[in-house]
Each structure stands twice: as C-alpha cells, then as structure tokens.
C-alpha cells in the first residue's frame, strides 16, 4: 500500500444493556434500554458512518458471568452482560442504512456447528456487499459451555485445538469448495452454476465433521475479515497465525505494553509465513471528550459517581475465572503478596496510581483508569501517540451511547482528519479493501491453502 | 374470537435462485438474480404489507437434492434450491421497513443447538416486536446430515424425537427460564432484572444437554408463532402436538384430501388436549392472475413454455428420496404397477389430467398442474372455496417475484377484501395476536407446562 498508514475506528458495542462501563444504563442520555430495538442501532450505524468509521464492532458472550460471589446474581441485577441478545441479527437492518460501513461481530467457535456458521457468514457477506468481519473467540464462561452440551468448559487448550479445526473447515466451505468460475448466471442457456466446479469437503477431524459442499455461492470477501482477541499463549499463536486484526485490551497508561504485544505477535506471524503488513492492531480506548478539557472532567466525575464497581468486579471475576468477591475490600494491597488470585490483583495494582491503598481503592481506580478524558485536541494527541507507537486502531468503548460516538466523532475525528490521519472518506470495495487494499485474503494466509 | 374466519394470506419465497417453479429464473421480469441482495426483499416485504398479507414465509434446505440421476448436478446447474442462503438473516433489514407483516423462517433440527437457536428466536421477536413465526423442520435430505457432523441423516424416527427434544429444550428456554417479571428496568434503583426469577433448566436429555438460564429476557411472543409441514405420521403427529399452523401441501385440484388432512391433524391435536381453533392451517398455491382469463392464460403458456421438467424432477426426486431420473421419459404410464418408485408415481398419475401417456407427459402435466390460473375473480373464486372447505390460509408460490405477488396483491385481495374475507388493515400487536388474537401461546399447548 502506497497511502500513508491510517488510524483505524471502530466502535465497539455489544446487544446487551451493560457492556464496559458498568451502572451507567440507568442514565437519561444513552440508549442502552433501547437494546431490543432496532432503531438506535440503525441510528448508530448512521452516525458512524457519516464520521468516516471502519466498523461497528460487537463483542458477545454466550453464558452468565457468574465468578463473582460464586453465582451471576450481580450480573443479573446490573444487566452486566446478560440478558444478551444474538449480534449478528443486528447487522442487515444497520447495513441496509448504510453503504460503506463494515460489521465486525463476535461468534464462539463452541455456539454453532461451521457448517451452518459458515452459511451465516457468506449471507451475510453477501447481504452487506462484503462489509462483514468475524471477531474469531473460544468462550472463556464455564456456564457457556454447560449450556451448549460439552457438559462444562472444555480446557483452555481443547477450546484453542478446536478453534484451529473450526477455521479449518470454514476455510475449505469458504474459499474452497466453490472455484471462482464456478457462477454462470446464464440466462441464455439457462445455467446457474457448473455443478463441475463446485466440490465437497470431506472433512473428518477430531471435532468436526463435514461433507459439503458450502451451500453460499462465494461472497465478496469469501472469507470476512478475521478478527481475535487472544492475550494468552495459545491466544497470540492463533492470532498470529489466523488472524488480520487483532483487538488488545492493554490499560491504557501502559503503551509501551501494547507496542510490545504488537511486535510479539508480528513475530508469531513471521514464523507463520506472514508478512508484517498482513496484520493491524486495534487497542481499545473509552474517550471521554469535552469542548475543553475541565468540560470533560466534569463529565468523567459524572460518569464516576454512577460507575458500578460491583458489576465492574463480577465482569472482571467472570473474565478471569477468579472471585473477587471473596476478597475484603478493606484489605491493604501490600497484603496480596502470595495468593492464587495473585495475578489478577497484581495486573490491577501495576496500573494503579500511587497512593492506592485498599482493594475497594483498587477496583474504583481500576475503573476511573479505563477513561481518556479531554478536550477533543488532547484526545486525538492521546491517539495519534498510540498509532505512532505501532498500533493500527481503535476499538472505542462508549459510557452512554451513541453519546460517547457522537462526542467523539464530532470533535475528534475532525481533528484526525486535519491531521491526515483519519480517511474522510471511504474507498471503494469490501471491507478488506478498506483496511488492506484487496478483497481477499492473501496467498501467504493459511485459508489460502484450501484453494483450488 | 368473535370476529368472522378470515383467510391468511403468506407470501412463501426461499432465499435462493429458484423456489418451487423451476427454470423461471431467467426471465427479465423477476428479481430471482438479486437474492443476494436485500432490496428486492425490503421491497417484497413493503408491497406485502400494503396488501394486508399475514407474513412472508421464508423457506430452507440446508443440502442438496441429489438423489435426480444420482448426484447433485442438475439442482446445481438449474439454481434449484442451491446456492441458499440462511433465511433468518433477511428478516431484520425487512423488519425495520415495515411495522405489521409477520415473517415465518425456517430451521432444521439439525442445524443448530437449541441453546443457540433460541436466543436467535428470542433475539428476532425482539427486533421485530413480536412478528416472528418458526417454520420447525426435521431435514430431508441426506447431505444435510453428512454436513453437519450426524455421519448421514438420522432416521426418520430418530429425527421427530430429536425435534421433540429439541421443541422441550427451546420451551424451558424460552417460556419457563425467566419469569414473568424478572425484568424490572429499575433505573432508580439501579437494578436491571431480578436474579431469584431467572432459573436454569437444567436439560439433561438423550440428544441435548443444557444448563441454562436462557441468555434473552422474554420477547413480545415468547415462543414465536409455530409453524409445521410434516404430512407422515410423524409429522402429523408432531404438528397436532406442537404446530399452531400447518403448511399442508396437497394437489391444488384435491380440496377434499386437503380438508381430510386437515380433519385429521384437527382430531390428533384434541388427543394432546388442544382445542380445534389453536391451529390453522395454509394450503401451497401457485396463483397466475391476468385481467382476464385470457390474460392469465397468455401468461401461463409463456411460464408453462420456460418451466424446467429436469429441475423440477431433481427437486421431487431430492424431496421423496428416489431418482425419478431411472425412469425412461417415454414409459407408459401403465407399466408402472409394481415399481419401487409406485408410491411417488402413484400419486402424480392420480392427480393427471385424463390422457397423460408417458412419464415425460406426466412430469410437464405435473408442473402444469400447481398453477391456479384465471382472473382475480376466478381466483378469489377458488380460495373462497378451499376456505370454505375448512381451509384457514394460503402459502402463496410465486412464479416471478414480486410480480406474481403483485398480480395477487392488485387483483385477487381487493375482491376478497371487498367480500370480507381478507383484512383490509392490520390488528394491533404480535403475530400471534394478528392471527390467535392472543401473544402468548395458549395453556393447553405443551410448551405451557414449561411455566412457572
């Protein structure tokens, strides 16, 4: 690519009423009561396109975040991620209201068999003219895996064993069973399509099992763009090996963190036969952006006042698989020395401010940290130092919504764009032409393997 | 209901190339090419809404037909049923331009867990406030079942128990997991919903496990408005157990099978303690309407000129499971006593027209015959009577679409509206309300034992 390296926006939002920023649903100026219509996300994806957006990016879980105090009943009582409705049912509405704007969305490799995700996948595709991307995850919640027949959570390890399997198939449904020409569209002789290039799969892994052939002609992108979100071991292997972007969640005052994750995981890619350019970074950020800067703390210390720290610590219980419930909030942080719940506190406290005393300190610090708040100039210099330092993008995490989109897109996004570092426009294509100028995955992919 | 017996009216489409009536794709004046797309189905779905119609009714296949000369090619070259894209996926962008046409989908089984399933239902009743009706299937076709993990289709017993347990698993889900007033919205207080009145399910049965709770609060509808087409005795079975209306598909010259089966499955629903009024019924037609008869002749003779005899052969022969290609085109249809294909030929020679000689004759004669042809008056003609004979609705084949509909829509409803048998606007509410005048399912269906 010959154009200068932009700044990448999506904004990130989940069809849930809580998502991030816990407690924050009970106020007048957001839509998150709203969530089982379809009107704000129409609305939404409006405002996202007209501010030059890449995407719309929607996280899901499927299970109850249920760590916390050893049951969901916070999670349930603060709408923290449950009731939680399907994403993807979101999207054609929001695409018929748009033209350029991509849909990232977050699908489970233990919620449906790829036979029939796959289909979902090309239909969508198809539907949206190539603006889809899958955001690739393994479930982390025991109670998913319940609920879905694998009578609990299988192992870390398992869950990543059959993520490989599941893109595999995929890969064959999408990108090889059905040759480019196979589609005649004849009217004249009355021919669809050349039943000789379209091919079964065969696939018979330890997980899954396929005949084929897929049942969707090829979509624009074939295969949606990849996304994925591992920070483990077995995380950035699988990312680096099949992922095009990849979403970091590093606190936000550690930069230096995320420039290492990036050039970890380009590494990885390397040793996959993939080329550093194959890959863009997205960390996430939750802007909280003023006229001036005392105009967004004051927003900041709104938005403070009405945080949950019960649900924002049974979010974080259930993402880690620790109670921390069953800590005294009370208890001085130097105590937390040799624990099994060692790690989770010890993240917490590295990017603590100084002067944090007790684990209550903790998890209210842990929250007010999550916000970038100022003036949109100070915001988009916050930006532009990240995307210097080696990340690619944003996924921005709203307070209220589409307020936080609305702030940010009218004060930030101009000065981006002043800066040439936000597109003012959309280029033409797919969403993979978008981000990486060609509407497919490349050679050096492992999809491109199970070519014809 | 006091309110006289109106007819229902559904528009019956797939998203793929070519429906029921085969090799018409290829005309200039139908929008079958643009499947992939979702304005000619937001447009479908605003020119069913200003005609009154109940509901588009979206069918699926999730495999080819491939028993016609012993594989899949010709479905693949006639675009017959194959490519198909997932149905569900239309709804929303269909939704969001309308307000009180009801869409009824199609799922397999098979296809999905229904632990997933359900929450796309729930998720869809949402978005549409209460239009979603489910057409449930059990898959007939024997790639559906190598495709997705079951090593080959599962008997056909075996497939109703699945569908059995299946319809237990989605009731616990969807009627029994969340109480009535779980969700409590309380923005003052600061409390989304009520953890003592949500409630796994704990299904532990002989196909499916599930934990539970379900993921979604309560849609409009709950469970949505229930569909079924099963004419075996399974299938009867199964639909005076759990159907609320019945798709019956009988010969359009054969009104008095037609009330028979509708007798019987009415007979077989009071033995599982249903009332006669908590189900409907909707008969398949293909309606041709001209201004005159003359007219709609003119324009049956092109179709009846277009219409493919191979597609057609490959779809009966993938829907009964016998390669009606074995059979030589020019046999008499006198020789055909003792055949292990009997039953299938049996009944397309019981409904030809007297002097149909050679199979070849009766395959066109047997496509010819699903056309209902004549002028509005002549076709509200023959609706009036099926209703009259205790028939509730009609599952309208296009021939082109929308064309076919919009003959129907302009010609045949206003006569029928005019006598009092088609609503001329829409009652307030769901679905369920629009066709039962009630938005939940009734006490005495199986899915009630399910509540708390």
Same mark, same amino acid.
């Given at each position: 690519?010959?154009?200068?390296?932009?700044?990448?926006?999506?904004?990130?939002?989940?069809?849930?009423?809580?998502?991030?920023?816990?407690?924050?649903?009970?106020?007048?100026?957001? $839509?998150?009561?709203?969530?089982?219509?379809?009107?704000?996300?129409? !609305?939404?994806?409006?405002?996202?396109? $007209? /501010?030059?957006?890449?995407?719309?990016?929607?996280?899901?879980?499927?299970?109850?975040? !249920?760590?916390?105090?050893?049951?969901?009943?916070?999670?349930?009582?603060? =709408?923290?991620? *449950?009731?939680?409705?399907?994403?993807?049912?979101?999207?054609?509405?929001?695409?018929?209201?748009?033209?350029?704007?991509?849909?990232?969305?977050?699908?489970?490799?233990?919620?449906?068999?790829?036979?029939?995700?796959?289909?979902?996948?090309?239909?969508?595709?198809?539907?949206?003219?190539? $603006?889809?991307?899958?955001?690739?995850?393994?479930? &982390?919640?025991? @109670?998913?895996?319940?609920?879905?027949?694998?009578?609990?959570?299988?192992?870390?390890?398992?869950?990543?064993?059959?993520?490989?399997?599941?893109?595999?198939?995929? &890969?064959?449904?999408?990108?090889?069973?059905?040759?480019?020409?196979?589609?005649?569209?004849?009217?004249?002789?009355?021919?669809?399509?050349?039943?000789?290039?379209?091919?079964?799969?065969?696939?018979?892994?330890?997980?899954?099992?396929?005949?084929?052939?897929?049942?969707?002609?090829?979509?624009?992108?074939?295969?949606?763009?990849?996304?994925?979100? =591992?920070?483990?071991?077995?995380?950035?292997?699988?990312?680096?090996?099949?992922?095009?972007?990849?979403?970091?969640?590093?606190?936000?005052?550690?930069?230096?963190?995320?420039?290492?994750?990036?050039?970890?995981?380009?590494?990885?890619?390397? $040793?996959?036969?993939?080329?550093?350019?194959?890959?863009?970074?997205?960390?996430?950020?939750?802007? *909280?952006?003023?006229?001036?800067?005392?105009?967004?703390?004051?927003?900041?210390?709104?938005?403070?006042?009405?945080?949950?720290?019960? +649900?924002?610590?049974?979010?974080?219980?259930?993402?880690?698989?620790?109670?921390?419930?069953?800590?005294?909030?009370?208890?001085?942080?130097?105590?937390?020395?040799?624990?099994?719940?060692? =790690?989770?506190?010890?993240?917490?406290?590295?990017?603590?401010?100084?002067?944090?005393?007790?684990?209550?300190?903790?998890?209210?610090? @842990?929250? +007010?940290?999550?916000?970038?708040?100022?003036?949109?100039?100070?915001?988009?210099?916050?930006?532009?130092?990240?995307?210097?330092?080696?990340?690619?993008?944003?996924?921005?995490?709203?307070? *209220?919504?589409?307020?936080?989109?609305?702030?940010?897109?009218?004060?930030?996004?101009?000065?981006?764009?002043?800066?040439?570092?936000?597109?003012?426009?959309?280029?033409?294509?797919?969403?993979?032409?978008? *981000?990486?100028? /060609?509407?497919?995955?490349?050679?050096?992919?492992?999809?491109?393997?199970?070519?014809?």
């Amino acid at each position: 690519m010959t154009e200068p390296r932009r700044i990448l926006l999506n904004a990130f939002s989940m069809n849930c009423v809580s998502h991030i920023q816990q407690g924050l649903w009970v106020r007048d100026d957001t $839509r998150q009561l709203e969530y089982t219509s379809l009107d704000p996300w129409v !609305d939404l994806a409006k405002i996202l396109e $007209r /501010a030059c957006f890449d995407a719309l990016f929607l996280a899901d879980v499927i299970g109850l975040y !249920d760590a916390y105090h050893g049951g969901p009943e916070t999670s349930i009582r603060e =709408g923290m991620q *449950v009731p939680v409705n399907d994403p993807a049912l979101l999207i054609p509405a929001m695409a018929h209201a748009t033209e350029h704007l991509g849909f990232a969305f977050t699908s489970s490799v233990l919620q449906t068999h790829p036979f029939t995700f796959s289909r979902q996948l090309s239909t969508l595709d198809h539907l949206t003219r190539g $603006r889809i991307a899958w955001n690739i995850v393994t479930s &982390y919640l025991p @109670n998913a895996g319940a609920s879905l027949g694998y009578g609990g959570l299988p192992s870390h390890a398992e869950r990543y064993e059959r993520a490989d399997e599941y893109l595999e198939v995929t &890969y064959k449904l999408l990108e090889g069973s059905w040759e480019e020409d196979a589609v005649l569209r004849d009217t004249a002789r009355g021919i669809y399509a050349d039943p000789a290039k379209i091919h079964k799969i065969h696939h018979k892994g330890r997980f899954y099992e396929c005949e084929g052939p897929h049942l969707s002609e090829p979509s624009p992108q074939r295969t949606p763009l990849l996304f994925q979100a =591992g920070s483990s071991e077995h995380g950035r292997d699988f990312a680096a090996k099949h992922a095009e972007c990849v979403f970091i969640v590093t606190n936000r005052r550690r930069l230096k963190s995320a420039a290492n994750i990036v050039e970890d995981i380009r590494r990885r890619a390397a $040793r996959h036969g993939r080329a550093p350019e194959d890959l863009r970074f997205f960390q996430g950020l939750s802007p *909280v952006v003023g006229g001036t800067e005392t105009e967004a703390r004051a927003k900041e210390a709104e938005f403070l006042e009405q945080l949950s720290t019960e +649900a924002s610590l049974a979010h974080l219980s259930g993402s880690v698989g620790v109670d921390l419930g069953a800590i005294d909030p009370d208890r001085p942080l130097e105590t937390f020395d040799s624990e099994a719940m060692q =790690g989770v506190v010890k993240g917490l406290i590295e990017s603590a401010p100084a002067g944090t005393r007790t684990f209550r300190d903790l998890a209210r610090a @842990n929250m +007010a940290g999550q916000f970038l708040t100022g003036s949109a100039e100070q915001v988009a210099d916050v930006l532009q130092s990240w995307h210097e330092a080696g990340v690619d993008g944003f996924n921005l995490v709203y307070a *209220v919504t589409p307020g936080s989109f609305v702030d940010f897109a009218e004060g930030v996004v101009p000065i981006l764009q002043q800066r040439g570092l936000v597109q003012r426009g959309y280029r033409p294509g797919t969403l993979r032409d978008k *981000v990486f100028g /060609a509407p497919r995955l490349p050679a050096r992919h492992p999809a491109a393997g199970f070519r014809r």
